[in-house]
Nanobody, 114 residues
Framework: QVQLMESGGGLVQAGGSLRLSCAAS????????IGWHRQAPGKERELVAI?????GTTYADSVKGRFTISRDKYTVYLQMNSLKPEDTAVYYC??????????WGQGTQVTVSA
């Protein structure tokens, strides 16, 4: 059974940095793509950054230049720099398997204070 587990969230001041990790139960290279989404209170869940099996990356316009996604065999990372209060959200890891099934982690809270 595929499992994804996020860690690394917390409280940080605006302008600070955090690094999120998503540990997969198997190889991250087994997914067609894997990455990060976030959901702020009262808002829809949105894509933050994803990385494809071949290493191509996609970022939301709002995080380009500030966030960087990377991975090794079992973990996907999201380095978040120059954090803003509007980055406050629950951050979820999601992997899309070859079958097309989507797998989600339980989420990790990121709070950025002004």
């Amino acid at each position: 059974q595929v499992q994804l587990m996020e860690s690394g969230g917390g409280l940080v001041q605006a302008g600070g940095s955090l690094r999120l990790s998503c540990a997969a139960s198997g190889s991250t290279f087994s997914f067609n793509n894997i990455g990060w989404h976030r959901q702020a209170p009262g808002k829809e869940r949105e894509l933050v950054a994803i990385i494809s099996r071949r290493g191509g990356t996609t970022y939301a316009d709002s995080v380009k230049g500030r966030f960087t996604i990377s991975r090794d065999k079992y973990t996907v990372y999201l380095q978040m720099n120059s954090l803003k209060p509007e980055d406050t959200a629950v951050y979820y890891c999601r992997g899309i398997a070859v079958s097309g099934n989507a797998y989600w982690g339980q989420g990790t809270q990121v709070t950025v204070s002004a």
